[in-house]
């Protein structure tokens, strides 16, 4: 292993998959960037990372924590190495995600329309009908181009062989796409020259793909269909990906107050009067996208939306009830459901999944608790997860307890143990755990995934949680062309 | 354009208007609180820019760095420039799809600036002036980029009717202050010299008065004067432009109401003269200038922001 200054302490862990090093070489991928890092000075690679902190802040790319009745401003940690990923991994991949997005939007169709995975017994019915996200509203409805999944964020992880698997189908409102562009946008700024001598693929081509797609699912046939964004205001922690998404492609950004539902259609109340929307990008989740269907208390939807989504009179995206597809207890179907819809293996490898009302998984589980991580089925951000390998017995008795008063809410893995990548800290390169989410986006014209995507890094030492909610940070992530 | 949209950008807009006639506000009785006038008080600025009550306004009025730090880093104070400046940025970054990039960034800075411990410290310890003119310059650079990257569209028409709205509003405040509590026939050339220079009116009113400074003058350059940036005249003209751009059929009854209100108002700056403002009193006609702009205001709630 090369000792100079900036690789002195980089100590992979062998129970781990390092995207840099192969046994003490340095995988040909990563080795022009490292050249080039070698090159600067600590101080030069310093004010690097000052003037990334820097860009984001100024550009207002930031989340706002409450305290004391004031707002401060807070930017998700970021760091300038990027991670990359070769041509052939990258198609495996591609191939891979594209496999699993056609067989989960066949089954949404199916699950709410003749059912037919349910009666030949590949997912028991009681796995979708104890679904709080499974609605009964979009029973029998269909939606254009039977597309339900418009945008998708897949993660995935790699094992300590370098396996790809896939940890989890964001099938609802996935977000940080704008991250994966925003990223890139600094790297460019802070590396010159460097990702073209790299040969990296672009992404910026995403918001005309979406803004693309989002236009054929208008139902009134103009030339100029009216698209907005749907946010629940400057006060969600993802409001800069909103307003980014809308300028990017040049649609209107609208919060629910600003629309109104008259006879079916959805109107915006303009300067001019009302003007009739056609198709609704929306980052408001299910559940609050009409109080007269769903949570009446929401104020952040629009009344009446459903029965105009219901009479085809405007496009929702994604789809109103996918959760039911992304839920953590039928990922453990998904391998099947690709073999029953598509008639293939499947390319992208499933974590290993307990379900906890099953009694044997269950008794497996409960032995093995020091080697499990226990996640809620509709949990998200990492919230509520139990790793088992750094909690301690009471708290894993706790848990236990908590699952036995409604196993379905759990499911159990075994604990993958992520690759690492190198971070920038304080003068030297570390190995940091990172995961990788790839956007995907469904069309009528089909499937398109740009090459690239968020790697999520877990910056603290030895900790395997990568979520922004959790100390996560984030990486530009190049997808090399050749 | 939505509604809301609408909305958010012409508060920005008033809010950025409003930041800088505050700031040019103190700087100038700043510097003229230095100078040696036996008749110079804090009072009057507190009172058109703050929400002190009498003995508020008295408790820190003798204190100039206290009234700065009040008037501009003070997270109490409602009128605050932090807290006006921290407004136009909610209202931009509600709206930034609608603003280019290059202004959002800009407004955003200037709301990092200001709330950087550097302003509190100029204010308390250095020169104030430097430290108000680097947040001035921030709103200089907010209307040149305004000026130079948006659009020509109904959001610019927005911008700028909230900005000479404002800037009505401004004019008749400070006129109505130095005017109110002193017999002005009394005051000397400095009063007059700080009032002008503390709305950029100086230069112009050398060039235009050569006999001194006399208060007919500066009621003449402050409502009447048509070239005068700062004038009431100016700002209605400019209100009148831009209102026009948003003439479109579809939504003719609100456009006729808003059209007679300014076009009134209008009419009655432009046939005013100084004699018959003084006759009908200068109070009672600053009164009438504020009561027709904020019958404006509501006009453009209730027909044009969706207000029922």
Redesign the interface.
């Known amino acids: 292993m090369q000792t100079t200054e900036l690789l002195s302490s980089y100590l992979t862990d062998s129970a781990a998959w390092d995207e840099m090093y192969a046994d003490s070489n340095v995988r040909q991928q990563y080795r022009c960037v490292l050249e080039f890092l070698e090159q600067m000075s600590v101080e030069e690679l310093n004010k690097k990372e000052e003037l990334a902190k820097k860009m984001f802040?100024?550009?207002?790319i930031t989340f706002t924590v409450y305290s004391s009745g004031?707002g401060i401003?807070k930017i998700f940690p970021f760091d300038i190495i990027p991670r990359i990923i070769t041509a052939s991994e990258w198609r495996y991949i591609e191939t891979g995600i594209r496999q699993r997005l056609k067989a989960l939007n066949l089954f949404l169709k199916d699950v709410y329309n003749s059912q037919f995975i349910l009666k030949d017994g590949v997912v028991p019915t009681d796995m979708i009908y104890s679904c709080p996200h499974f609605l009964r509203e979009m029973i029998g409805f269909p939606v254009p181009y039977d597309i339900y999944v418009h945008v998708a964020g897949i993660d995935l992880i790699r094992d300590h062989d370098g396996t790809f698997y896939i940890l989890e189908d964001n099938l609802r409102t996935p977000s940080g796409v704008s991250y994966m562009l925003e990223n890139r946008e600094i790297t460019k700024r802070l590396f010159p020259d460097l990702i073209p001598r790299n040969n990296v693929r672009t992404v910026t081509e995403y918001p005309d793909i979406l803004h693309r797609n989002l236009v054929a699912l208008s139902p009134r046939q103009t030339a100029n269909p009216t698209i907005v964004l749907l946010t629940p205001?400057?006060y969600n922690s993802a409001?800069f990906e909103h307003?980014?998404l809308?300028?990017l492609m040049g649609?209107?950004?609208?919060?629910g107050?600003?629309l109104v539902v008259d006879n079916h259609r959805v109107f915006?109340?303009?300067?001019?009067?009302l003007q009739q929307v056609d198709v609704i990008y929306r980052r408001v989740d299910d559940e609050f996208l009409d109080p007269l269907v769903f949570r009446p208390d929401s104020i952040l939807g629009v009344a009446g939306i459903m029965s105009a989504y219901r009479k085809g009179n405007v496009a929702i995206v994604n789809a109103c009830g996918n959760g039911v597809a992304d839920d953590k207890a039928i990922y453990a179907y998904v391998p099947a459901m690709i073999r029953y819809y598509l008639n293939e293996e499947p390319i992208l490898k499933n974590v290993p999944t307990y379900q906890l009302d099953n009694r044997e998984h269950r008794e497996y589980v409960f032995a093995n608790m020091n080697g499990m991580v226990v996640k809620k089925t509709n949990g998200s951000g990492g919230y509520g997860m139990l790793m088992g390998h750094s909690a301690s017995e009471e708290e894993i008795g706790r848990y236990k307890t908590e699952i036995l008063k409604d196993p379905r809410q759990y499911i159990a893995q075994p604990i993958i143990n992520l690759s690492s990548a190198p971070c920038y800290m304080q003068g030297r390169l570390k190995p940091r755990r990172v995961d990788l989410r790839p956007y995907a986006l469904f069309g009528p014209d089909g499937v398109q995934i740009v090459p690239g995507g968020l790697t999520r890094v877990a910056l603290r030492e030895g900790s395997l949680v990568v979520n922004s909610s959790q100390g996560g940070g984030s990486k530009d992530t190049w997808v090399l062309a050749s | 354009?939505?509604?809301?949209?609408?909305e958010s950008l012409y508060w920005m807009s008033r809010y950025m208007e409003r930041a800088d006639g505050i700031l040019r506000m103190l700087r100038i009785n700043y510097a003229s609180s230095q100078d040696d006038i036996q008749d110079f008080s804090w009072k009057p600025v507190l009172r058109i820019f703050s929400y002190l009550d009498e003995d508020g306004a008295a408790a820190i009025a003798p204190n100039s760095r206290a009234v700065l730090q009040y008037m501009v880093t003070d997270?109490e104070n409602a009128n605050s420039v932090l807290n006006v400046v921290t407004r136009a940025r909610?209202n931009a970054?509600?709206?930034?799809?609608h603003i280019t990039?290059e202004l959002?960034?800009c407004l955003?800075?200037y709301y990092?600036t200001i709330r950087d411990g550097q302003v509190l410290k100029g204010l308390h310890a250095d020169d104030p002036v430097s430290t108000l003119d680097v947040l001035i310059r921030q709103g200089l650079l907010y209307y040149g980029i305004t000026d130079v990257t948006m659009a020509r569209g109904?959001g610019y028409a927005?911008i700028n009717i909230g900005k000479f709205l404002e800037r009505g509003v401004q004019s008749a405040d400070i006129l109505g202050i130095k005017f109110s509590d002193l017999d002005f026939a009394r005051m000397d050339t400095t009063y007059w010299k700080y009032l002008l220079l503390s709305i950029s009116g100086y230069e112009l009113y050398l060039k235009t008065y050569r006999s001194g400074f006399d208060a007919r003058n500066v009621l003449e350059l402050v409502v009447l004067n048509e070239d005068f940036p700062r004038s009431v005249l100016y700002s209605v003209r400019q209100l009148q432009k831009y209102f026009e751009r948003?003439k479109?059929d579809?939504?003719k009854e609100a456009f006729q109401k808003l059209d007679f209100l300014i076009g009134r108002f209008h009419s009655r700056i432009k046939y005013s003269t100084v004699d018959s403002i003084l006759r009908q009193g200068i109070h009672a006609y600053l009164n009438g200038v504020r009561e027709d702009l904020l019958e404006m205001g509501n006009a453009f709630n209730q027909y044009?922001?969706?207000y029922a």
């Open positions: 802040m100024s550009q207002g004031e401003e205001g400057i409001y307003t980014t809308a300028r649609i209107e950004v609208v919060e107050r600003d915006m109340r303009t300067t001019a009067g | 354009m939505l509604s809301r949209v609408a997270r909610e970054r509600s709206v930034q799809d990039k959002w960034q955003n800075e990092h109904e927005f948003l479109i579809r939504n044009y922001f969706a």
